[in-house]
């Protein structure tokens, strides 16, 4: 009897970017530092996390609370791995940066691991400025998720970092 042919996504589950993504999953507690203005840390505060997995894998769910500047804050990210357009995507949504807004990032050609990109604007900043996000998993036990500011003329800053250790 011939043994069925498995999907992409099938195959990305056992051997690929999708099992990558898996690796996020758990409970995460860190610190959260936050610039508003470049090499200025305005805030550090204590965070937790956790990462499940939605959709049988095909997503992650990165759901956070912290507090930024003493007032609570939470947020969420869904971060996945398209075929259609081959790359990393995330949608964003948090308590304090994002406000009501989602911000949608994807990959960019050439990006390694997971680096994309995104944008923001609005009435007030009529030329959008960028937001890249980069997740690193540096080990099983240490999750890095940092994102940068870039400004219209195309300079980058950090603006968070999120330095996580799983919880056993």
Wanted: proline share 5%.
């Amino acid at each position: 009897m011939e043994e069925a042919k498995k999907s992409k996504f099938e195959e990305s589950l056992e051997s690929g970017t999708h099992r990558d993504l898996s690796k996020l999953i758990g409970n995460w507690t860190g610190s959260a530092k936050t610039w508003f203005e470049p090499g200025k840390l305005a805030d550090e505060s204590p965070v937790s996390g956790s990462v499940t997995s939605l959709l049988g894998g095909r997503f992650v769910l990165h759901q956070y609370k912290g507090s930024m500047m003493g007032k609570p804050l939470e947020g969420m990210a869904i971060i996945g791995y398209s075929f259609d357009k081959p790359g990393y995507q995330v949608a964003w949504v948090d308590s304090f940066h994002m406000s009501t807004g989602i911000l949608f990032s994807e990959a960019q050609p050439g990006a390694n691991g997971i680096s994309v990109l995104g944008s923001y604007g609005g009435p007030e900043l009529p030329v959008p400025w960028g937001w890249r996000t980069e997740i690193e998993l540096v080990n099983d036990n240490e999750l890095v998720m940092t994102a940068y500011n870039i400004t219209p003329d195309g300079d980058a800053s950090k603006a968070t970092e999120v330095v996580y250790k799983r919880v056993s």
